[in-house]
């Protein structure tokens, strides 16, 4: 039946809520209260003791409630606890923690779960000393293009004699010392690495030459570089190592490339033609050298034959003239046929003594000329006659015919 009619409360004012009619106001803030405090006083067990008017009863239904102080400390013990747990930290492997008690340096921890006093009384500062990072000096490289964009402000430098040079480092380096880092670098560390970096290249770079830092001393500038800059960071006390120092590229300028390329090939034509006239000497020289000690020898043998010569035909003569002194005659004769035999041997006449008798002689011309000419004058006998007489033809040797032609040439000399 609806609420409004008699009997069914409607009479009384109220609505099915319990409110009364014409009221509906929220609900009360004291009954608020007391439902809370019901609940906290569940909750530690506590409850009320008996009716009252300002002690946090329920109205004296005996509810259980809990004072505001005992509220006030539960909000204190939990912050507290909060506040203790906050000191908990984890340091991963790799990494050393710096603990700070009040910013003064307290100590350093491994790798693990430890714990210190919560901020802010302590703080702890965690640094991977493990982790190799790598600085560009002179470029910087694009990864998404994978090209280096040249940095003139860093890569620029002068060099011993006196020309300008576009070189590129990269410096790989981890921490060796994570309180000195903390407490002496206030610059943020890959800004200090490059700025070191520059200052050792520079120092370097202006000791040596532009053509030994571009060719043959790339490795030896790199190792000195790496040396001198380990010493500036330890003099800085900054806590870092150089793990390694490369040079990435050196050359000249972009603005005068073409002309140093234009000088390097010039060098390299003055290198090749050195090496040209070096080989040509080492060719030509030792040929000369033993040109010159063959005709040395050839001299020597000259020298020492005719030297023999010379007194072969002193003792010749000398044996010639014990013949002559025993026998004038015989001996003169034999001069004279043996000097007109070696006169005759070259001449291409021939002489023939014909007053034995009437012979037909057959003389061939062709094959004398050609043994005359194989031979020259290595042959002192004059060539075999072919001479017939009437009813006989007799082959006479090479003994015979000088007998013959010494008789005729003696005949002659008679006349």
């Known amino acids: 039946m609806p609420w409004n009619q008699p009997g069914s409360g409607g009479d009384n004012g109220q609505d099915p809520w319990g409110n009364?009619?014409?009221?509906?106001?929220?609900?009360?803030?004291?009954?608020v209260i007391r439902n809370l405090q019901k609940k906290f006083g569940g909750l530690f067990g506590r409850r009320n003791g008996g009716g009252g008017n300002g002690s946090g009863q329920s109205g004296g239904k005996g509810l259980p409630s809990l004072p505001g102080k005992s509220v006030l400390m539960v909000a204190v013990v939990i912050i507290l606890g909060g506040w203790v747990a906050s000191g908990f930290y984890t340091v991963e492997q790799g990494?050393?923690?710096?603990?700070?008690?009040?910013?003064?340096f307290k100590e350093t921890t491994q790798a693990g779960l430890h714990w210190r006093i919560p901020y802010p009384v302590e703080t702890v500062e965690v640094i991977n000393v493990q982790k190799v990072n790598t600085v560009e000096v002179g470029y910087r490289a694009n990864n998404r293009t994978r090209q280096a964009t040249s940095v003139l402000?860093?890569?620029?430098?002068?060099?011993?004699?006196?020309?300008i040079i576009d070189i590129h480092f990269a410096v790989q380096f981890d921490v060796k010392d994570p309180t000195r880092l903390l407490f002496n670098v206030s610059e943020p560390v890959a800004t200090v690495v490059r700025s070191a970096t520059e200052s050792a290249v520079r120092q370097i770079v202006g000791r040596n030459t532009m053509d030994f830092a571009i060719t043959a001393g790339r490795a030896e500038i790199a190792q000195e570089t790496k040396v001198l800059l380990q010493q500036i960071l330890d003099r800085y006390q900054t806590g870092l190592n150089i793990r390694a120092v490369e040079m990435q590229n050196a050359q000249p300028p972009s603005q005068v490339k073409d002309a140093f390329d234009d000088a390097v090939r010039a060098r390299e034509d003055e290198e090749r033609i050195k090496n040209e006239a070096e080989a040509y000497a080492n060719d030509i020289i030792p040929r000369a050298r033993g040109?010159?000690?063959r005709i040395a020898q050839e001299a020597e043998a000259y020298k020492a034959s005719v030297v023999a010569r010379a007194k072969g035909e002193a003792s010749r003569f000398e044996q010639v003239l014990a013949e002559y002194q025993k026998a004038p005659e015989v001996t003169r004769d034999r001069l004279y046929l043996e000097a007109m035999?070696?006169?005759?041997?070259n001449s291409s006449k021939l002489m023939i003594d014909q007053k034995g008798g009437n012979n037909v002689i057959y003389l061939?011309?062709?094959?004398?000329?050609r043994q005359r000419a194989g031979q020259g004058?290595?042959?002192?006998?004059?060539?075999?006659?072919s001479t017939s007489s009437s009813g006989s033809s007799d082959s006479t040797t090479d003994s015979s015919r000088s007998r013959g032609s010494r008789s005729a040439l003696r005949e002659r000399g008679d006349n």
């Open 377 to 385: 004058a290595e042959s002192g006998f004059t060539q075999s006659l």
């Open 364 to 369: 061939p011309l062709d094959q004398l000329m």
């Open 95 to 104: 990494e050393n923690g710096v603990v700070l008690q009040l910013g003064k």
């Open 20 to 31: 009364k009619r014409g009221e509906q106001g929220p609900p009360d803030l004291d009954e």
């Open 341 to 345: 035999e070696e006169v005759l041997a």
């Open 291 to 293: 040109k010159g000690a």
């Open 153 to 163: 402000r860093e890569a620029l430098m002068l060099t011993k004699d006196e020309n």
